[in-house]
């Protein structure tokens, strides 16, 4: 399986941490969703971090089969879609950007 991770750097405007949390719930991730072979859209929401860690508010996680499937949903138009609906986020929520990390994830179900 490949995921592909989207870490947030940067920080959430002031009194906008709840309306940040919604906006990606319920506006990006059902656009991430319509992605042709996504097999999981996973959200992780950060509420510590260790003493000098980098301010992460949001690490989300895209998988797919494969990488092939994940190429063809990123040339994708619905991705442009997900491109607007994060910078209206940003605009709204954010001040920070985006980095992305493709890995080949292997789960151990416990």
Same mark, same amino acid.
């Given at each position: 399986?490949?995921?592909?991770?989207?870490?947030?750097?940067?920080?959430?405007?002031?009194?906008?941490?709840?309306?940040?949390?919604?906006?990606?719930?319920?506006?990006?991730?059902?656009?991430?969703?319509?992605?042709?072979?996504?097999?999981?859209?996973? @959200? =992780?929401? /950060?509420? !510590?971090?260790?003493?000098?860690?980098? %301010?992460?508010?949001?690490?989300?996680? #895209?998988?797919?089969?494969?990488?092939?499937?994940?190429?063809?949903?990123?040339?994708?138009?619905?991705?442009?879609?997900? @491109? =607007?609906? /994060?910078? !209206?986020?940003?605009?709204?929520?954010? %001040?920070?950007?985006?980095?992305?990390? #493709?890995?080949?994830?292997?789960?151990?179900?416990?």
């Amino acid at each position: 399986m490949i995921t592909r991770y989207a870490l947030f750097e940067g920080t959430i405007k002031d009194g906008k941490t709840d309306a940040f949390r919604a906006a990606i719930r319920d506006r990006l991730v059902p656009v991430l969703r319509t992605f042709d072979g996504v097999l999981e859209v996973s @959200i =992780a929401f /950060t509420d !510590e971090r260790d003493d000098g860690a980098p %301010d992460l508010p949001l690490i989300m996680a #895209v998988s797919y089969p494969d990488v092939e499937t994940m190429q063809a949903a990123l040339s994708s138009p619905r991705r442009q879609a997900a @491109i =607007a609906v /994060t910078g !209206e986020i940003f605009a709204e929520c954010f %001040d920070g950007h985006i980095h992305h990390h #493709v890995t080949q994830r292997t789960a151990f179900p416990i």
